[in-house]
């Protein structure tokens, strides 16, 4: 659903959109006239995959409905009273003129008041929209190509993890949303409102707003204490009543910067609950594991200190094992690589390349493909252009993967 009628004071549309437009191209903003009318109050429902439910409201002919467009950067004014351009005032002719002149259209005039209008411009000259999200046409790969094949080179940040269990026993963890998608921005007014209406961990894990313990954190507990708080763990810390919470295949979603993390339903959740690590041991004891706290929740340097202490302990103690596999580069990818190189390198060098592959691709669906495809690194890039230059990109050929030989290729 791209679209979402609301009923609202023209006083709270601006922060409402701000929400909103996270999570829809188009919002229709239905406004029951002046700012001193009585209109009802917007219910915020933080629920996915629809965050806001409004109490609607019949619109009075004095009101307005606005259609706006981020994805199309255009803006509809609609009402039954219609009105020409040329009754605008010379105020409103010059904001129409200005966003206008910044590349936003607009579509259709008709029935408004100077306030309602002025709310418009506003609106419509949002710089943060909604991704869009359109589906890119597919170009049927050959018919050699039949497996998703991981690529030789691991991103990290990009990657996404295969579910599954190997001959070996080994369990795969799976995450459907990427590092970037899982980031939670404060600043930004959508983000802002979906923390003020989520609750956060409590003091009975640690209390955060207490002081440190005095002292370092155990150099056992980490390899680099510094990074780390020493505080006093609460009493859910060292709960073992439940059996249920102790599994011997645990799951483990990655720490992201920052105090909260998005989930693949669109709700946001308090990382805090992950520095507890329970588990059954291959022998079938209980284990718990308390991790400090960061002291400073976007701190790259700890948020990886994490991560890899946490997957230590899941790995020494269960069968569980985490292994990234970097999504290969699809066929409709690479023939956009080889288009964009000459002699089989960038021609505007690896930043632009970097830049303009990703615009193209990052977090657009492509037919026959799970998911978004994922941003991809410099590294990524110049490792996929390096592992096929010789033999194919250098010659203007596109590489295909032939089914079940990993890493063999012919040319197209």
């Known amino acids: 659903m791209d679209t979402i009628e609301i009923t609202q004071p023209l006083e709270l549309l601006s922060t409402t959109s701000s929400f909103l437009n996270t999570f829809y191209n ?5 406004m029951a006239g002046p700012m001193n009318n009585p209109v009802p109050e917007l219910k915020f429902e933080m629920k996915a995959p629809i ?11 004095t009101g307005i409905k606005l259609r706006i467009n981020f994805k199309n950067s255009t803006i509809r004014v609609i009402n039954p009273k219609k009105r020409d351009a040329d009754d605008l005032d010379e105020d409103t002719q010059d904001g129409l003129a200005a966003f206008k002149a910044a ?3 607009a579509a259709r005039i008709e029935g408004y008041t100077k306030d309602e209008l002025d709310v418009a411009l506003t609106l419509a000259s949002m710089k943060d929209g909604p991704p869009a999200r359109k589906r890119v046409k597919s170009t049927p790969a050959p018919s050699s190509q039949k497996m998703r094949i991981p690529d030789a080179e691991s991103d990290g940040r990009d990657a996404t993890e295969s579910v599954g269990a190997g001959a070996d026993g080994i369990i795969l963890k799976a995450t459907q949303a990427t590092r970037k998608q899982r980031i939670v921005d404060p600043t930004h007014p959508a983000d ?16 955060s707003d207490a002081e440190s313990v005095a002292g370092d954190v155990s150099t056992s507990v980490s390899t680099k204490p510094e990074l780390f708080r020493n505080v006093t763990w609460g ?3 060292n709960d073992t009543s439940n059996d249920a919470a102790f599994p011997t295949e645990p799951s483990f979603d990655q720490f992201v910067p920052g105090r909260w993390e998005r989930l693949p339903d669109g709700t946001i959740r308090d990382q805090k609950h992950k520095l507890i690590v329970r ?3 291959k022998d079938g004891r209980k284990m718990l594991f308390k991790n400090p706290p960061p002291k400073d ?10 991560n890899k202490r946490v997957s230590q302990q899941i790995r020494r103690n269960t069968a569980v094992r985490f292994r990234l596999e970097v999504e290969s580069y699809v066929h409709e990818e690479r023939v956009w690589i080889n288009e964009h190189l000459t002699n089989g390198k960038p021609g505007n060098g690896w930043k632009a390349f970097v830049e303009e592959f990703n615009e193209q691709f990052a977090g657009e669906m492509l037919e026959g493909c799970e998911g978004v495809r994922p941003t991809r690194t410099h590294s990524s890039l110049t490792k996929e252009v390096e592992r096929f230059g010789k033999e194919f990109y250098a010659q203007g050929k596109v590489p295909v993967l032939k089914e079940g030989k990993q890493g063999k290729s012919k040319a197209e």
Do not use: H, R
């Not at 802002?192 to 989520?198: C, S």
């Not at 929740?297 to 994490?306: F, M, P, S, V």
């Open 26 to 30: 188009t919002i229709i903003f239905d």
């Open 51 to 61: 965050p806001v439910e409004s109490i609607p409201a019949t619109p009075s002919k």
């Open 103 to 105: 590349g936003i259209s």
């Open 192 to 207: 802002a409102l979906m923390i003020l209406a989520t609750s956060k961990a409590g003091f009975d894990i640690y209390d």
């Open 235 to 237: 009493p859910a810390a």
């Open 279 to 281: 588990l059954t041991s």
């Open 297 to 306: 929740w976007n701190d790259q340097k700890a948020i990886t200190c994490l």
